[in-house]
Nanobody, 126 residues
């Protein structure tokens, strides 16, 4: 059974940086194609996409994070990353990683993913 575990969240000042990690258990990225993504839930209802990456390395980002966040993965370590730079208070949220076997067309569509981590909190102060 595939399981995902996020880490790296915490507190940062506006303009600062954080790096999130998502370790995958029960999957082997070097053998099986997976699409993976980061979503976030700000205070209040609603889970929103952040960034996604396909097995072939192609990526997609939502406009508010373009140029500030970078999604990447290390197949040998079965780990997904999200480098977040130039953080803003509006980036404050619980961040979740998600995975789905296969090469997804729409990376940022929440309903496309069937495996989720438990989340890691990011808090950005002004």
């Amino acid at each position: 059974q595939v399981r995902l575990a996020e880490s790296g969240g915490g507190s940062a000042q506006a303009g600062g940086s954080l790096r999130l990690s998502c370790a995958g258990f029960g999957l082997t990225l070097t053998r099986t194609a997976y699409s993976m993504a980061w979503f976030r839930q700000p205070p209040g209802p609603g889970l929103e996409p952040v960034a996604g990456i396909r097995a072939d390395g192609t990526t997609d980002y939502v406009d508010p994070v373009k140029g500030r966040f970078t999604i990447s993965k290390d197949n040998a370590k079965n780990t997904l990353y999200l480098q977040m730079n130039s953080l803003k208070p509006e980036d404050t949220a619980m961040y979740y990683c998600a995975a789905r076997e296969g090469q997804l067309g729409r990376l940022l569509r929440l309903a496309n993913y069937d495996t989720w981590g438990r989340g890691t909190q990011v808090t950005v102060s002004s």
